[in-house]
Each structure stands twice: as C-alpha cells, then as structure tokens.
C-alpha cells in the first residue's frame, strides 16, 4: 500500500523535487508502525501522550494524502532537532492575549504549531454560530510548523 501511494503522489499529484525522498532513501513500514514510532518519538520529546498521538496523526495522514513535504519524511527530524535544542517548547504555558465574540489571540510559549492548533480550532468552533467568520490567533509559536491545518477541521469534527 505504501508503494502505491508513493506512485499515485509521484504520477498524479507531483510536488517540488526537493521535498520528495529519493526511491533509494525510502523504508516502507505499515502505518500502524508508523503511527506508533512517531508518537512515540514525541512522547520522548516529552509531549503529554495525547498531543503526540494529535502530533503523530498529522504529520502521517499528510504522508498517507501524498504531501511529503508536510509528513515525517520530512518534519519530523527538524521538529526533533528543534525540541532537542530548545527552539521548541513541548510543554508551552498557553495564555489567552486577548478574546472577542469572533476573535482570539494566544500566547503560545513557543508550543509547536502541531499540538497547539487543535486547541485554536476548538475554540474558534465554540465561537457563536450566527458570526460570519472567527479568528483564532497563536502568539510566539513558529507558526511556519502548523503543518496541515486541514487536518484538524477534517478529522476532529466537533
């Protein structure tokens, strides 16, 4: 299965080289492995259990969705590398800057984008529901680390 969504991603949804990994770099385990490895790395990390599984379910649907450049192929060595060195905070004290009707702005402690945006989500669906749009903001994380935000609304309907 892995092969032929590597395929499908290189025939019918071609990205930029560079975020593809070469044929020979490539090691091919089931997803349920996958899955498991990479919670565990973030766990390691020391993200609480749950927000490593959010982190590893991410960043493996947009491995399984073809988007490499967005999947453990490619984050998940930076992101280690960033929490090793401190960049990252994996325990961030999230306060809330500011809070309207529609609006929300957080202070993210450096929190990594990944594990932070399904609590921007949820919150921004809290919002009333008559408003004609809600704006969920976070503060000093790297937000350039959001990875799919898709992910969130599309697999964690509230």
């Given at each position: 299965?892995?092969?032929?969504?590597?395929?499908?991603?290189?025939?019918?949804?071609?990205?930029?080289?560079?975020?593809?990994?070469?044929?020979?770099?490539?090691?091919?385990?089931?997803?349920?492995?996958?899955?498991?490895?990479?919670?565990?790395?973030?766990?390691?990390?020391?993200?609480?259990?749950?927000?490593?599984?959010?982190?590893?379910?991410?960043?493996?649907?947009?491995?399984?969705?073809?988007?490499?450049?967005?999947?453990?192929?490619?984050?998940?060595?930076?992101?280690?590398?960033?929490?090793?060195?401190?960049?990252?905070?994996?325990?961030?004290?999230?306060?809330?800057?500011?809070?309207?009707?529609?609006?929300?702005?957080?202070?993210?402690?450096?929190?990594?984008?990944?594990?932070?945006?399904?609590?921007?989500?949820?919150?921004?669906?809290?919002?009333?529901?008559?408003?004609?749009?809600?704006?969920?903001?976070?503060?000093t994380l790297l937000?350039?680390?959001?990875?799919?935000?898709?992910?969130?609304?599309?697999?964690?309907?509230?």
């Open positions: 299965m892995a092969q032929h969504i590597v395929e499908n991603e290189r025939t019918y949804n071609p990205m930029l080289k560079h975020f593809l990994v070469p044929e020979e770099d490539q090691v091919l385990v089931s997803e349920k492995t996958a899955r498991a490895g990479t919670q565990a790395i973030f766990e390691k990390m020391g993200l609480p259990s749950d927000e490593a599984k959010s982190c590893a379910d991410v960043l493996i649907t947009s491995d399984l969705r073809g988007c490499e450049s967005h999947g453990i192929s490619n984050m998940l060595r930076a992101y280690v590398e960033s929490y090793s060195n401190g960049s990252y905070n994996a325990r961030p004290n999230v306060k809330t800057v500011r809070e309207s009707s529609v609006t929300a702005t957080w202070d993210g402690d450096q929190g990594l984008g990944l594990h932070l945006g399904p609590n921007a989500m949820n919150l921004a669906s809290k919002k009333p529901e008559n408003m004609a749009w809600v704006l969920s903001q976070l503060k937000t350039s680390e959001c990875s799919p935000i898709m992910f969130y609304r599309q697999y964690n309907k509230t």
